[in-house]
Structure formats: C-alpha cells, structure tokens
C-alpha cells in the first residue's frame, strides 16, 4: 500500500472514530460544545478535537508497527 493511501485510510478513520465519540457522548457534553447544525461553534472546536485526538492514537500506533527504516553508516 503506498504511503498516501495509508495517509488517508487513516485520516478517514480518525475523522469516522472521532466523529462516532463525539456524538456518542453528545448528550453528556456541556450545553456550549454541544454541534448546532448548520453553525460555527464550540461544537466544532470539540468534535475536531476528538478526530485528532484519535488521529494522533493512530499515528502512534502505526508508528510503532512499522520497523525503522534509518540505516547505519
């Protein structure tokens, strides 16, 4: 898999796992980051956090998997 399809398997999936949290735990946010449909709002702010948040745990782990590819002299 080249390098930029692995980019954006990730990417879609920590937007989709950052998107299922944010909505899952929706109701227990507080009144001012809960998404008003159709507006800007803190909202916002917090659903972008959790996508990169769980961006950021992909990445690391993918990291992780792959072996080091720096050479010795």
């Known amino acids: 898999m080249s390098k930029s ?3 954006f398997l990730q990417t879609l999936a920590a937007v989709v796992v950052g998107n299922a949290i944010y909505f899952f735990l929706e109701k227990h946010l507080p009144v001012a980051a809960r998404h008003v449909p159709l507006q800007i709002d803190l909202g916002i702010v917090v659903d ?3 996508c990169l948040v769980v961006f950021g745990i992909i990445k690391t782990m ?3 998997k792959r072996p080091s590819t720096t050479t010795k002299p």
Request: charged share 10%; proline share 0%; no cysteine.
């Open 5 to 7: 399809t692995a980019n």
């Open 62 to 64: 993918a990291g992780r």
């Open 48 to 50: 972008f956090w959790f």
